[in-house]
């Protein structure tokens, strides 16, 4: 080839790449907003119809108009007509008192917040966020909020991933900052790492919840007071608990191919006799918080592996040999309000 | 064998030679890698940049699976350098070697489309950064071979220079595409996948085909040179640029450590964290032209080391009280000037210490042995800033740095003089 033509050939190239592009760009933006148009696949019910009973909330991932907002079903029709409140989250928790919404706001500079909502959806506090959103958690009655995100830094020179896990009190006032300052105990011996990773608090009441502290390479269950200040190791290997509604159990991920690889898998664990069970056929690489439908069974998120952005929430039996089953399609980060 | 050159140029050399101007034009070879390398940065920050999001938003993995997907990012290339480094030499092909690197990390980029879930993102990653492994080394041997001597530190600077200012395009793109198309994620990701293979094509068409060897055997009217083995790595030039650079290497501590000292610091919040990685990248690309051209004037090696006193500086800044304002700019100001210093002005340098038919593996080598210095040092920083905490443990590596840069700065005349490679 002569230099004309390699340099023709590299123009033609360009302008088929330019083409191709400009095409899919505009394709995708007109479907995007064709697929931000369309209706949802599940029928839709009025928020009173579900506002009063026992329900789920979480976010809807259909990909349609409701799209990341968050919606309502009743827990004895999990699969029937939802709710939907108008309300876009990442990650949401909530109880009858009010919701906390995790909320990613795009751009050069990416900001994230958490919005406080109380029971009719209206925003009551905002609160900006050091990261991006990945758990919440609201304590029993409603009046404190954990919030869990990941501070890194977006380009390939970033040194892995830290997280920042912080507790407020519920529509503004006490701020307990970020839990990575409280004392750390583990194996009843007051260590003070710095290279500590605190996420996924689950509160038992207003005073004691339960988290995972991530330090030297390993993970603990730990047991949180904010009075106190401190965090107390129950048991290594847990990540993300979850405390049952009778508060006799915790629900948590551990991973169950150590090594270089994380395999991730749901346990149940005692916190009266430290017995621990894995549930062998659930969730292999799970990766969410579970919930407690009830003090027996177990909900969570998971990805469809052939459809990003979509994900479905499945139940399982807090038992070792129990089959998950689909519970909620098109649904994520479920949380279970029981009045 | 070797044509004595001083890599220093006399006071004369500027009106010696060929009689033209005193800066001539950077190379057409120079210009093009160049933009080969912009538009590849533009792909690869620009999904960078949006991976954090995709990753947890869309694909719904945690902060921990994230984090061992981007801890893939750091160490597969060194791994890999040395590599490709040896295919160039072996066939003496670096452009096409070039290519297949730029070619996987561009492949790569389609799986991404469709990979979802830890596993798959995870290989496409590592595919990825291979191909940033493969091409580096062969990419800097042909700045290196087509450009003369004296002019090696501007060639660099200019090639570096692009290449930053792709990277800073990278995510400004990303997010104004995300703005024109709310959750189109797989838009920037075709995007992206159209400026890397607008690069391979850039270099495919119409790279040079430098060839290390054969250019020598026509200089010097021999058949050609001997093939590349691997003692040629052991050569006693080369042997005091790793020993220099490595150990200097295992006083620099990640950037994320300095910008992390910089949020302890207080008064800025956690949100301006990417904006430092910007401010860094602003301030080399303006730097590496300037810096490259200092170190041809006045001695490579000699910048290269005397360089590493704006990272001291860059330690110090982070944490020393002082303004905010002040700490910030300075600090990212200086840790720009110390990549300016070392970044390209490594590669300058080791390419001429060994014989012709290893300069790619010369390059690959010093590049691999200062990325393998960093990662180990990071380690170990860890552990420093976790005993000491982050403002006595930075001081703590200022002053042995400071102290190295100046046992350093003894053995590098040697370098600076030493025969060259044409």
């Known amino acids: 080839m002569s230099a004309r033509v390699r340099v023709l050939a590299f123009v033609a190239v360009v302008v088929v790449l330019v083409a191709a592009a400009g095409v899919y760009v ?93 029971p009719d959806w209206q925003e009551v506090a905002t609160v900006d966020l050091p990261g991006i959103p990945s758990r919440t958690r609201l304590s029993p009655d409603g009046s404190l ?63 004691t919840f339960y988290a995972t502290v991530g330090t030297g390479g390993r993970t603990w269950l730990v047991e949180g007071d904010l009075v106190e200040r401190t965090l107390t190791s129950v048991s290594p290997d847990a990540e993300c608990p979850s405390l049952s509604p009778d508060g006799s159990r915790v629900a948590f991920k551990v991973d169950v191919d150590p090594g270089s ?22 969730p292999r690489g799970l990766d969410d918080q579970v919930e407690w439908l009830d003090d027996d069974t177990l909900l969570y998120g998971l990805t469809r592996a052939d459809e990003p952005g979509v994900t479905d929430v499945w139940s399982v039996d807090a038992s070792a040999d129990a089959e998950p089953e689909l519970l909620i399609e098109q649904a994520w980060s479920p949380t279970v309000v029981r009045q | 064998m070797y044509i004595s050159v001083r890599d220093r140029p006399t006071s004369d050399t500027r009106g010696a030679g060929s009689g033209s101007a005193a800066r001539p034009p950077v190379g ?6 160049g933009v080969v390398s912009l538009l590849t940065d533009v792909s690869s920050e620009s999904v960078s940049a949006i991976l954090p999001l995709y990753l947890t938003a869309v694909v719904g993995l945690s902060p921990v699976a994230y984090g061992l997907i981007d801890g893939l990012y750091q160490g597969v290339s060194a791994l890999v350098r040395l590599g490709g480094g ?96 709310p959750g189109g994620y797989s838009v920037v990701l075709v995007v992206s996948l159209a400026f890397a293979l607008a690069g391979v094509a850039l270099l495919g068409l119409l790279g040079p085909d430098v060839r290390s060897r054969s250019r020598e055997a026509a200089g010097a009217s021999r058949p050609s040179a001997p093939p590349f083995r691997w003692r040629d790595l052991a050569d006693r030039r080369l042997r005091p640029l790793l020993v220099v650079a490595g150990t200097l290497g295992l006083l620099t501590v990640g950037d994320g450590f300095i910008y992390l000292a910089l949020l302890d610091h207080g008064g800025l919040n956690v949100t301006w964290f990417p904006l430092f990685y910007v401010g860094t990248n602003v301030a080399y690309l303006l730097l590496a032209v300037p810096v490259g051209r200092l170190a041809d004037r006045i001695g490579r090696a000699r910048t290269l080391v005397v360089g590493h006193l704006a990272l001291v500086g860059a330690y110090l800044c982070s944490v020393l009280p002082s303004s905010t304002a002040v700490a910030t700019v300075g600090t990212l100001l200086l840790l720009g000037t110390f990549y300016a210093a070392t970044d390209g002005v490594i590669a300058a340098i080791a390419g001429r210490l060994v014989p012709v038919q290893a300069r790619t593996s010369g390059i690959a080598a010093a590049q691999t042995v200062v990325a393998v210095a960093r990662m180990l040092a990071s380690a170990g920083f860890g552990l420093l800033w976790w005993l000491l905490g982050p403002a006595v443990a930075m001081a703590a590596v200022a002053a042995v740095l400071a102290v190295a840069v100046l046992v350093a700065a003894t053995r590098v005349r040697s370098l600076d003089v030493a025969e060259l490679t044409p």
Request: glycine share 10%; proline share 4%.
């Open chain 2, 28 to 33: 057409r070879v120079v210009i093009i890698l």
């Open chain 1, 145 to 207: 909020v954990a919030t869990t995100v990941f501070v890194t830094g977006h380009s390939y020179m970033s040194t892995g991933f830290s997280t920042a896990t912080e507790v407020h009190a519920f529509g503004g006032g006490t701020r307990w900052g970020n839990l990575e300052k409280f004392q750390l105990v583990l194996d009843g011996r007051r260590v003070d790492p710095l290279d500590r990773n605190i996420w996924g608090v689950t509160f038992v009441d207003d005073r």
């Open chain 1, 261 to 282: 690889r994380t395999v991730w898998q749901v346990a149940v664990q005692d916190l009266a006799t430290g017995e621990r069970i894995l549930l062998e056929n659930g």
């Open chain 2, 86 to 181: 040896w295919l160039a030499d072996a066939t003496d092909r670096p452009k096409w070697v070039a290519f297949l690197g730029y070619g996987l990390s561009a492949v790569a980029r389609v799986f991404l489309l469709f990979a979802s879930g830890a596993a798959g993102i995870a290989a496409v990653v590592t595919a990825d950064r291979i191909g940033k492994g493969i091409r580096t080394a062969p990419r800097d041997a042909m700045i290196s071979t087509s450009t003369p001597s004296e002019h090696l530190g501007r060639a660099f600077g200019v090639h570096r220079m692009l290449d930053t200012i792709g990277a800073a395009l990278g995510p400004l793109i990303a997010f104004g595409l995300l703005a024109l198309v």
């Open chain 1, 26 to 118: 505009l394709r995708e933006g007109r479907e995007v907003r064709a697929q931000r148009a369309a209706e949802p696949e599940a029928s839709e019910a009025p928020v009173t119809e579900v506002a009063d009973g026992p329900r789920i909330v979480f976010r809807h991932t259909g990909i349609d108009r409701e799209y990341g907002t968050v919606a309502i079903v009743p827990v004895d029709d999990p699969g029937g007509a939802r709710a939907f409140t108008g309300v876009a989250c990442d990650r949401v928790a909530a109880r009858a008192e009010g919701a906390s919404c995790l909320v990613t706001d795009q751009g050069v500079v990416t900001s994230y917040a958490v919005r406080e909502l109380d």
